[in-house]
């Protein structure tokens, strides 16, 4: 039996209960909190907030000569995989190496050194 099938005066049932409160309650506050960071955009997490730990500059008379070509190249990488995690999917594979000339090695062209053999047995494998 689990935790939650336990009869309530059970310690352990006591421990999950308290323990799912706090998780409810850590989301509420996780939600105000990004609401927060949205409106005002001081505190970047929950424990900053609570802290009051904010991301200053050392010096404030710096120069602020930044250059984007990392943060830009970063940006066009992490839109290219978001797009690609979002096309593969789509994408029949089977036509497409079809279509491209590629052909599975079955029958007498099969065997140890063959491309598409199991590496662990060596034969080759059974189309459905």
């Known amino acids: 039996r689990g935790w939650p099938d336990r009869p309530d005066r059970c ?25 927060l960071f949205l409106v005002q955009g001081k505190y970047r997490s929950v424990w900053d907030r609570l802290f009051g730990l904010r991301l200053v500059f050392a010096q404030r008379q710096m120069p602020r000569e930044v250059t984007f070509e990392f943060m830009d190249r970063q940006l066009s990488y992490d839109a290219l995989t978001a ?46």
């Open 11 to 35: 310690r352990c049932k006591r421990l999950w209960l308290a323990i799912s409160r706090l998780e409810g309650y850590a989301k509420v506050l996780s939600t105000l909190h990004f609401l």
């Open 83 to 128: 797009f690609c995690a979002f096309l593969l999917p789509l994408i029949n594979t089977r036509a497409l190496l079809a279509y491209l000339g590629w052909k599975r090695a079955v029958g007498p062209q099969a065997g140890p050194g063959a491309p598409w053999t199991c590496g662990i047995c060596a034969s080759a494998p059974e189309v459905p």
